[in-house]
């Protein structure tokens, strides 16, 4: 994929629909990882919740840290490599 190219290269904040689809995971898990302090949501409008890039950036490099000492979690560490390049991360 070229840079530039990705869906969401250039976004400061993400809907919730995006996040979930970059991660693989449900819009329900987003929610989650929100309550449990993992991502930060804003309000730009006050209908409107949004994930910052940053919040997303450190989520995904902080899967990297947690599977490092136990050399478990091989996929999530792909996956979130796998993330981070795609979107331009």
Do not use: H
Not at 17 to 23: G, K, P, S, Y
Not at 31 to 46: D, E, W
Request: proline share 4%; net charge positive; aromatic share 4%.
């Amino acid at each position: 994929m070229s840079e530039g190219s990705g869906p969401l290269e250039g976004k400061l904040l993400l809907t919730i629909r995006e996040v979930a689809q970059a991660l693989g995971v449900s819009r329900m898990t987003v929610y989650r990882l929100i309550r449990a302090g993992r991502l930060k949501r804003v309000y730009p409008t006050p209908r409107s919740a949004r994930i910052t890039r940053e919040s997303l950036e450190a989520f995904l490099r902080s899967l990297e840290e947690e599977a490092k000492p136990e050399g478990a979690g091989r996929s999530v560490v792909d996956r979130a490599r796998e993330v981070l390049r795609r979107f331009g991360l």
